[in-house]
């Protein structure tokens, strides 16, 4: 798909002297983050689609037992390979790579990669896998972009910059999380009850399922964005790593949702997400506690 942009209407303005107001330098610096994450995105979906349902595709397996393919090292290498020319001051974790330390002496700047999240689904030829870019600035993700090329869709947000998404040939558009207040009213994805189960949590979800309108398992980092859509209301899980979560934190919190992990926590850092339109996160959070 196309490298896209904030639409007309809700871009950020020119960059403006930094001795006038530090809230709009910040906003101007991140501006231009976002765009370099978005221009990143568009490499990685050049390589990921070239890739996607290929005979040829080469797959092995981690030391935690989940499965790798050519395909994901080779856009996490263009990601990292961009962001040494563009920001070579700053940190970078990625999935298949770990972590490399910017030239910036005490960088509090660190880019969080997951090349291709949803890895199983990319080998089964699901189109539900996109490759999540995002920007911590002392540990607290400011921008990300979410990518999902196989479904022609790209979503994106940043501190203070609101958060859109396109489809292919379509004009940006601001994204708006939903006003459901009751969660009778809601609907949720869950992800997988193994994961439930593991973290001692399956009763929990069970019941949760018991009191919404409607209970779906979509999967991986879509179900984060439909919720920063507005087309439903609640997502979470287990057995998550940063780069699991960093990129979807801006996109739903830019669209007025809440993000932290099932306990409450903020941030990526907890092992869990949970995200929803912020006026049910506190009851979720309670429902969901051991």
Do not use: C
Not at 49 to 68: E, M
Not at 109 to 133: E, K, M, S
Not at 210 to 226: F, K, P, Q
Request: net charge negative; aromatic share 6%; proline share 6%.
């Amino acid at each position: 798909m196309s490298s896209a942009s904030p639409a007309p209407d809700d871009a950020p303005g020119p960059a403006r002297d930094a001795t006038a107001d530090p809230v709009t330098d910040l906003e101007a610096d991140l501006a231009a983050d976002l765009s370099l994450a978005l221009s990143l995105a568009e490499r990685a979906d050049a390589v990921s689609l070239a890739r996607f349902r290929s005979v040829d595709l080469h797959v092995s397996t981690k030391p935690d037992r989940t499965p790798v393919t050519d395909a994901d090292q080779a856009v996490e290498r263009v990601i990292r390979e961009g962001l040494a020319s563009e920001r070579p001051d700053d940190g970078i974790l990625g999935e298949e790579y770990g972590t490399a330390v910017g030239t910036g002496a005490g960088t509090r700047r660190q880019w969080i990669i997951d090349p291709i999240d949803g890895t199983a689904n990319f080998l089964r030829g699901v189109p539900i896998w996109g490759t999540l870019i995002a920007l911590a600035v002392d540990r607290v993700p400011v921008v990300g972009v979410v990518s999902a090329p196989a479904l022609g869709q790209r979503w994106w947000g940043a501190r203070g910059l609101g958060a859109h998404a396109a489809a292919n040939g379509a004009a940006p558009r601001r994204l708006r999380v939903s006003g459901v207040a009751a969660l009778g009213d809601a609907v949720l994805s869950y992800n997988s009850l193994p994961g439930w189960d593991e973290a001692g949590r399956l009763e929990q979800i069970i019941g949760l399922t018991r009191s919404v309108w409607r209970a779906r398992a979509i999967g991986d980092m879509w179900s984060y964005m439909l919720v920063a859509e507005g087309a439903i209301d609640i997502a979470g899980e287990f057995d998550l790593q940063p780069y699991d979560m960093a990129a979807l934190q801006p996109i739903v919190e830019e669209a007025g949702g809440r993000f932290s992990s099932v306990d409450g926590e903020a941030g990526p850092w907890h092992g869990s997400a949970l995200a929803t339109n912020g006026l049910l996160h506190d009851e979720v959070v309670h429902r969901l506690r051991p």
